[in-house]
């Protein structure tokens, strides 16, 4: 069964400080692996798409990684900031279908000022 | 942000009684999802569309029905509403199919509670 697991659930760090978000995904056949944020009350929004020959890709102070050997992916945030604080989902789905995405639970992240 | 309107943002209602949801698109794109949200899920998906009058089941599709007569509209009814309905519903957007690289876009979302 595709899954993805991602880690910590939740996260509070103070401004300016940086983190770093895990997933681990369990998804055959790979086609990509991609990372929304979702504010609260809000739609999820992508931050970044990376196919298998990807293993860093960056947004701003938002950098992707993918280490498709291990099946993981981590999000490094670098001098965090208030508007950061939302949940971050991470999404792998099997190649080639309309219906196969398979989302994380997310990260909650807090940044206090 | 991509044109997606859903409607209506919150709603009420009673157990028993039909619910429509409605998405619609200012984008022209092909594919169309209909997703929930619940605390300690993931997205998980309902329906999606891959054309006018294409539709197709996803992870969580019982008791709810779809309909798309126009590229740009994307209905969700809930026929007789239960308290397990209960949840946010989100509706995607994509130019090509989601499984691919094409990018996911995402409505504000439905609030629905059944009492």
């Known amino acids: 069964k595709n899954q993805v697991e991602q880690s910590p659930q939740s996260l509070i760090i103070l401004e300016g400080k940086n983190c770093t978000l895990q997933?681990?995904?369990?998804?055959?056949?790979?086609?990509?692996l991609r990372w929304y944020k979702q504010d609260t009350g809000r739609g999820p929004v992508s931050l970044t798409i990376?196919?298998?020959?990807?293993n860093t890709k960056s947004n701003g102070r938002y950098t992707a990684t993918l280490d498709a050997d291990t099946k993981q992916s981590s999000l490094h945030i670098t001098a965090s900031q208030l508007s950061d604080s939302a949940s971050y989902i991470c999404?792998?789905?099997?190649?080639?279908?309309?219906?196969?995405?398979?989302f994380g639970k997310g990260t909650h992240l807090i940044i206090q000022p | 942000d991509a044109g997606i309107t859903q409607s209506p943002r919150h709603k009420v209602t009673e157990t028993g009684t039909p619910v429509t949801l409605r998405c619609h698109q200012t984008?022209?794109?092909?594919?169309m999802y209909w997703y929930r949200q619940d605390p300690g899920h993931g997205l998980r998906l309902i329906h999606y569309?891959?054309?006018?009058?294409?539709?197709d089941k996803g992870e969580v599709s019982d008791g709810y029905s779809v309909s798309r007569s126009k590229t740009e509209d994307f209905l969700l009814t809930l026929e007789s509403a239960t308290s397990s309905q209960t949840s946010v519903y989100f509706c995607?957007?994509?130019?090509?199919?989601?499984?691919?690289?094409?990018?996911?876009?995402f409505g504000e979302g439905s609030r629905l509670t059944v009492l």
């Open positions: 984008e022209n794109h092909r594919y």
């Open positions: 997933c681990n995904y369990t998804v055959s056949p790979f086609s990509n």
């Open positions: 999404v792998a789905p099997p190649g080639g279908g309309a219906d196969g995405l398979t």
């Open positions: 990376m196919t298998f020959s990807e």
């Open positions: 995607a957007i994509s130019e090509i199919a989601g499984g691919n690289t094409g990018e996911l876009f």
């Open positions: 569309s891959y054309g006018v009058k294409d539709t």
